[in-house]
């Protein structure tokens, strides 16, 4: 069965801020332990307060862990060529892609971190390759399909 202490680890490993902050605040108020049930933590929502939900916001807002919510950005260079960018929202990705390739994005699509990816033999997600970069924004990669003349 799992636990806060996992749902919070996930959480931590995947950045998702909000939900981070809110296990963090329910923890510090004593609503929730470590050992609790996961599913524990939709009973506490469920009675949160407008004091919690205030707590929680201002975490958010103030961020003392300095989780930085990374997406990733698939955006069209010509037919057939994408490049995928690593960043914090759409208008930072459509900056690095114009720094980059001195063009602006035929489009610009955010897809999930999950998504895997063919990467030479092996499939890999985006979230894994995330993890091989210090800085952002970044290029992730580019993918060719053949073009059908």
């Not at 801020?17 to 469920?46: C, M, N, Q, T």
């Not at 955010?110 to 985006?126: E, I, K």
């Not at 993890?131 to 059908?148: C, M, N, Q, S, T």
């Amino acid at each position: 069965m799992s636990t806060i202490r996992d749902l919070l680890k996930d959480a931590m490993k995947d950045e998702v801020k909000v939900l981070v902050y809110a296990i963090r605040h329910f923890l510090s108020a004593g609503k929730l332990r470590y050992d609790d049930p996961a599913d524990k933590l939709d009973e506490v929502l469920a009675q949160a307060t407008e004091e919690d939900n205030r707590a929680i916001g201002k975490l958010f807002e103030e961020n003392p862990l300095k989780i930085d919510e990374i997406h990733v950005y698939a955006m069209k260079i010509e037919n057939g060529r994408f490049a995928f960018v690593f960043a914090r929202n759409e208008e930072e990705a459509t900056h690095f892609f114009c720094r980059v390739f001195q063009q602006w994005p035929k489009n610009c699509h955010q897809y999930p971190m999950d998504f895997p990816m063919a990467v030479g033999v092996r499939f890999r997600s985006f979230r894994e390759l995330k993890r091989e970069h210090d800085e952002f924004p970044a290029l992730a990669g580019i993918y060719e399909r053949e073009v059908k003349a």
